[in-house]
């Protein structure tokens, strides 16, 4: 695996129920695999030394949360007050569709789109709630961090579970590293065409 990142422009991590999907199953295995030391040194080369593009979706938001590449850019131990994802709040798993509204053109993963546009995706997971002290809120946001957030029909960000299906801080629904060419989502972007909902 680290031969063909060496070899690689983009490295994405799906979702997916891998490991059942149990307690940080998918996310903690998938960042176990990457904490092998020859794949590690791959992927910071990837992002150092070649300009690579990374992309966690769910699971594979999860992986990269615990890998420390999200928020901090880098492959590094977490502390105690590191960001995190969680279990949703409402106790169980959740499959639907919700809007989402992009925050920041920061990074490359979002240079088709715009800040303020606002997109139909599909939800599914049961730890999808992410959680980070306000000086990590505040950070994320001052740095154009925060790219998307769940919002309401009038754009809005908002706590409330119909809108905010796994009650994220802030309605944080993906976020990226300082330069943008990390970025981790809850929402299944992946998820398009026809007979998908």
């Given at each position: 695996v680290a031969k063909a990142v060496e070899n690689s422009q983009i490295l994405m991590l799906p979702g997916g129920f891998s490991a059942g999907d149990e307690p940080d199953g998918s996310g903690k295995f998938i960042a176990a695999f990457f904490h092998n030391p020859r794949l590690a040194h791959a992927v910071m080369r990837l992002l150092k030394e070649r300009d690579g593009l990374i992309l966690g979706i769910c699971n594979g938001f999860q992986a990269l949360i615990k890998l420390g590449l999200l928020p901090y850019g880098q492959i590094q131990p977490l502390t105690e007050d590191s960001p995190t994802l969680t279990f949703n709040r409402i106790g169980r798993h959740i499959s639907r569709m919700t809007e989402t509204r992009i925050v920041s053109g920061l990074s490359p993963w979002?240079?088709?789109?715009?800040?303020?546009?606002?997109?139909?995706?599909?939800?599914?997971?049961?730890?999808?709630?992410?959680?980070?002290?306000?000086?990590?809120?505040?950070?994320?946001?001052?740095?154009?961090?925060?790219?998307?957030?769940?919002?309401?029909?009038?754009?809005?960000?908002?706590?409330?579970?119909?809108?905010?299906?796994?009650?994220?801080?802030?309605?944080?629904?993906?976020?990226?590293?300082?330069?943008?060419?990390?970025?981790?989502?809850?929402?299944?972007?992946?998820?398009?065409?026809?007979?998908?909902?």
């Open positions: 979002l240079s088709l789109v715009q800040p303020g546009d606002v997109h139909t995706i599909a939800v599914s997971h049961g730890e999808g709630r992410l959680v980070a002290g306000r000086a990590h809120l505040e950070r994320l946001a001052a740095n154009g961090q925060i790219a998307t957030q769940y919002v309401n029909a009038a754009g809005n960000p908002s706590m409330e579970i119909a809108i905010n299906p796994n009650g994220s801080d802030w309605a944080i629904e993906g976020i990226t590293s300082p330069d943008g060419r990390i970025f981790g989502k809850m929402g299944h972007s992946e998820r398009r065409g026809r007979d998908v909902a």
